[in-house]
């Protein structure tokens, strides 16, 4: 079994946003011990490559299980309606392939202390 992940954000007009996002996926893929053999991003709107087509990519290099990631922090219609009906299309055409979307990041238990070490962080650095 090939397992991939692709990591959805939402999608900017400003360039560097989008490029911030794809460093992410980049720091992602190289911590990622074999849970996953393939990494990549896509983004809701605004910018390329859309949901449908980061499947696809994946799908391409041989991926026959997705997790897609939301990389959003509340479950606005973004998380509850659009990434489903756009993964839908793509499960639809590949029905071979499980693609299974994973709790969004503002669900993660981890997320309390990444805010606190955070603000730990950049009090350190401040001083």
């Given at each position: 079994?090939?397992?991939?992940?692709?990591?959805?954000?939402?999608?900017?007009?400003?360039?560097?946003s989008?490029?911030?996002?794809?460093?992410?996926?980049?720091?992602?893929?190289?911590?990622s011990?074999?849970?996953?053999?393939?990494?990549?991003?896509?983004?809701?709107e605004?910018?390329?490559?859309?949901?449908?087509?980061g499947?696809?990519?994946?799908?391409?290099?041989?991926?026959?299980?997705?997790?897609v990631?939301?990389?959003?922090?509340?479950?606005?219609?973004h998380?509850?309606?659009?990434?489903?009906?756009?993964?839908?299309?793509?499960?639809?055409?590949?029905?071979?392939?499980?693609?299974e979307?994973?709790?969004?990041?503002?669900?993660?238990?981890?997320?309390?202390?990444?805010?606190?070490?955070?603000?730990?962080?950049?009090?350190?650095?401040a001083?």
């Open positions: 079994m090939k397992k991939s992940l692709l990591l959805v954000a939402h999608g900017s007009r400003r360039a560097q989008n490029d911030e996002v794809r460093a992410l996926t980049e720091r992602v893929r190289m911590s011990s074999s849970e996953f053999t393939d990494i990549e991003c896509a983004f809701l605004l910018s390329p490559p859309t949901i449908p087509d499947l696809e990519q994946l799908i391409a290099r041989g991926a026959d299980h997705i997790t990631l939301p990389y959003f922090l509340a479950a606005g219609r998380v509850a309606e659009d990434i489903p009906e756009e993964v839908g299309v793509t499960r639809g055409a590949h029905p071979d392939v499980v693609i979307i994973a709790p969004y990041l503002g669900t993660s238990e981890a997320m309390p202390q990444l805010l606190l070490n955070m603000l730990a962080d950049s009090t350190t650095a001083l």
